[in-house]
């Protein structure tokens, strides 16, 4: 079954360290998407690629970076520079101007 | 930024009545989509409606769009306690491409 998978579902940070978020997908959707969704908010974009080797700052990309290397993958990497990383961060690939496909989230808490 | 504004932010019903969402956005747009959120899980896609269709119907959903006022509603008919979640609308294209700008969502209960 096609689709997209983001791991892990908990993910818990200790002050001052870096970590990163997988997720992959197997749609051959050639752009990907990093949201960030605070408690009872909507979705704001992080960063963005379009296609391999490529992308871009979001809305609130201060504090993230993120890789290209595959058409299937997409990391992010929730650095120090994050103040407030705690929050639930969904991953998503689309195809042209359809509909996009959501994973189901990780969860990330500052210990 | 957050071009869609959903009305209402929360909504209450019995199961059986019918729900409407609102969404509100400020600039030109080739599609809107809608959403759908249960809580602690990823979004589902359940419909897209294109800048040049005024209605669109998907089993028990009802999308409408208007371009003049720049908004769009869905219409849940004989809901069920199954349809609580978040449901949210999305604009995209125009300026933007294929990119999508995600409203704050209208939180949903269906009592039963």
């Known amino acids: 079954d096609g689709g997209i998978t983001q791991s892990p579902k908990y993910l818990f940070r200790k002050e001052g360290q870096n970590v990163t978020l997988s997720c992959e997908q197997n749609?051959?959707?050639?752009?990907m998407y990093w949201y960030r969704q605070d408690p009872g908010q909507g979705l704001r974009l992080i960063y963005y690629s379009q296609i391999v080797n490529d992308f871009q700052k979001g809305d609130i990309a201060e504090g993230y970076s993120v890789s290209r290397e595959k058409k299937e993958s997409f990391p992010l990497t929730v650095t120090s520079a994050q103040k407030n990383p705690t929050a639930f961060y969904l991953c998503a690939s689309s195809r042209g101007l359809s509909g996009y496909t959501f994973g189901s989230g990780t969860r990330l808490t500052v210990v | 930024s957050q071009q869609g504004e959903e009305d209402p932010q929360a909504l209450s019903i019995q199961e059986g009545e019918n729900a409407t969402m609102n969404c509100s956005y400020k600039?030109?747009?080739?599609?809107l989509q809608w959403y759908r959120q249960n809580s602690g899980r990823g979004l589902v896609h359940l419909i897209l409606i294109r800048s040049n269709e005024r209605e669109k119907h998907s089993g028990r959903l009802r999308v409408t769009l208007d371009t003049s006022k720049k908004s769009s509603s869905l219409l849940i008919t004989a809901s069920r306690a199954a349809d609580t979640a978040s449901y949210f609308c999305?604009?995209?294209?125009?300026?933007?491409?294929?990119?999508?700008?995600f409203g704050g969502g209208t939180r949903l209960m269906v009592k039963p």
């Open positions: 600039t030109s747009i080739n599609n």
């Open positions: 749609l051959n959707h050639d752009a």
């Open positions: 999305a604009t995209g294209g125009g300026n933007a491409g294929n990119m999508l700008t």
